[in-house]
């Protein structure tokens, strides 16, 4: 009789660890079918803004879209953090771990606010990128009415027609701080949006700066 409760026993472990083995693989296609849904139409906004404008009804019908699907994919995404945890690239995949810090990412400031200490620990336990938590803790900081530390939120400003650096904490050394956590100098950085990195000129335009945002919040 023994003999037969050890055999069960085994049976019912190994069924438990292959029925959590596909558990991970269906967790890892959900977070690449939701990554898709994150991407496909934030991949549109260069194209519809300079054919059609950044005001235009085209745009605000895009907007709306990535709005609705940023709403879906957090509630999907918060279920397997609250569930899982962060789970690692190891586990699920580089590109469905990165997805889940790009859902957080594009979150309201209440679901940021509860998953920053997770994605904290991950980066220690190397499931996470301190590259990406940089921008995660830029974004909490800006919305909680702080400075950003890195550098990486970029706004438009219509009224002058230019992109600019949100506010930022200490801007001569903000590429210290960036290089710590893997991130590139900020002039390569902002060269995307063909903008020019000048820390002298910036401290100049800080006060201007802190005013938009502070409007923006509003």
Known sequence: ???????????GTLSSGMAQEKSIKALSQELRTIGENDQKDRA????????YGSQSPEMNA????????DSINII????ILDRYGWLGPDEV????????FLVVQHADLPVQEK????M???VIDKKAKSSSLALLEDRVALRQGKKQIYGSQIAWDMKNNRNYILPLE???????????VGLPPLTEYIAYWNMKWDPEQYKKDLPEIEKMQQLKMK
Not at 1 to 11: D, E, Q
Not at 44 to 51: A, G, H, L, M, R
Not at 76 to 79: D, L, T
Not at 115 to 118: A, D, H, K, R
């Open 44 to 51: 549109q906004i260069e194209y519809i803004q300079s054919k």
């Open 115 to 118: 998953y920053l200490p997770m």
């Open 120 to 122: 904290r620990k991950a």
């Open 1 to 11: 009789m023994k003999n037969w409760i050890l055999f069960f026993g085994l049976v």
């Open 76 to 79: 999907k995404v918060s279920a």
């Open 170 to 180: 200490d801007p001569d050394n903000v590429d210290k701080r960036r290089a710590k």
């Open 93 to 100: 995949g580089e590109e469905e771990n990165r997805t889940l």
């Open 62 to 69: 895009l907007w709306k879209s990535i709005g609705t699907n």
